[in-house]
């Protein structure tokens, strides 16, 4: 039920490692300074949700562009952070994103289509963990993700 921070940061940056770097995208993770910081929540989906995200990270960057993971951690929260320098999405379609099967105008990404479920899960799994997931982004400038999660109140050893 407590999962540690570190150990989920760097298992996510190193599941896109690989294709990261055929994709010509610099990919980093900043861990927070106490390694023993722990969050509540299903472990398989909070994996899940940082896959979703991270995989439209790659998705939406062009090469030479730059991917930052990290965890802010509050007293009573942890958030996960993950912004890309990629495409961004326009204000109009932000707050529709996390809508089942919508996507920013199909076909836009030079990988080609999914299918716009990736954040609705995303979505889904967070709320169902009591957390948060919200995203800003700026067109031609990039995104990011906050995945907000609670704190367990004792840390691993
Ligand atoms: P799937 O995840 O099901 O394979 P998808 O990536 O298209 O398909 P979502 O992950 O739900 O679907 O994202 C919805 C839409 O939001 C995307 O189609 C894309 O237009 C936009 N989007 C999501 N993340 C980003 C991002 N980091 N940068 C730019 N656009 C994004
Ligand atoms: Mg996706």
Do not use: W
Request: charged share 30%; net charge neutral; with cysteine.
């Amino acid at each position: 039920r407590a999962i540690p921070v570190h150990g989920l940061l760097k298992g996510v940056v190193e599941r896109f490692q690989l294709q990261a770097a055929k994709q010509e995208l610099s990919l980093r993770v900043h861990l927070p300074p106490r390694q023993d910081v722990c969050v509540y929540g299903d472990e398989d989906m909070v994996n899940r949700v940082l896959d979703n995200v991270l995989s439209n990270a790659l998705k939406y960057t062009p090469p030479g562009g730059r991917i930052d993971v990290r965890a802010d951690v509050a007293a009573e929260h942890v958030t996960f952070i993950i912004s890309d320098t990629g495409i961004g999405i326009p204000a109009e379609d932000l707050p529709h994103v996390f809508e089942r099967f919508y996507r920013v105008e199909k076909g836009r990404s030079r990988r080609g289509g999914g299918t716009g479920l990736g954040l609705a899960l995303a979505r889904e799994m967070v709320e169902r963990m009591g957390g948060d997931i919200r995203m800003e982004s700026e067109v031609q400038r990039g995104t990011t993700v906050y995945v907000t999660l609670r704190r367990a109140e004792e840390d691993a050893a």
